[in-house]
């Protein structure tokens, strides 16, 4: 099983980036599948999720800026991210899970200056 993040970067305040993760090796469409974040010092929180039948939740700072999707063809789950705040800043990782167990995928980092 494997879930590669990609699409972290550098930006400033106010813009825009859009993180990818491809699975394999798991039957994705029968996954929920969700973003979380970690920031220097703090605990990894859940950032966004979307469950098999497209139904998405989002924690309360991200609201309004970041749209969670899924592609079930590609096998990808994204986070498009708008509006970043240097808050937002955090080591963003992507998780699948479905009764029985889950997986990590590696993280990409997200940094957005002020």
């Known amino acids: 099983v494997q879930l590669q993040a990609s699409g972290g970067g550098s930006v400033q305040a106010g813009g825009s980036l859009r993180l990818s993760c491809a699975a394999s090796?798991?039957?994705?469409?029968?996954?929920?599948m969700a973003w979380y974040r970690q920031a220097p010092g703090k605990q990894r929180e859940l950032v966004a999720e979307?469950?098999?039948?497209?139904?998405?939740d989002y924690a309360d700072s991200v609201k309004g800026r970041f749209t969670i999707s899924r592609d079930n063809a590609k096998n990808t789950v994204y986070l498009q991210m708008n509006s970043l705040e240097p808050e937002d800043t955090a080591v963003y990782y992507c998780?699948?899970?479905?009764?029985?167990?889950?997986?990590w995928g590696q993280g990409t980092l997200v940094t957005v200056s002020s």
């Open positions: 979307i469950t098999t039948g497209g139904s998405t």
């Open positions: 090796g798991i039957a994705f469409s029968l996954y929920l």
């Open positions: 998780k699948a899970r479905r009764l029985g167990g889950y997986y």
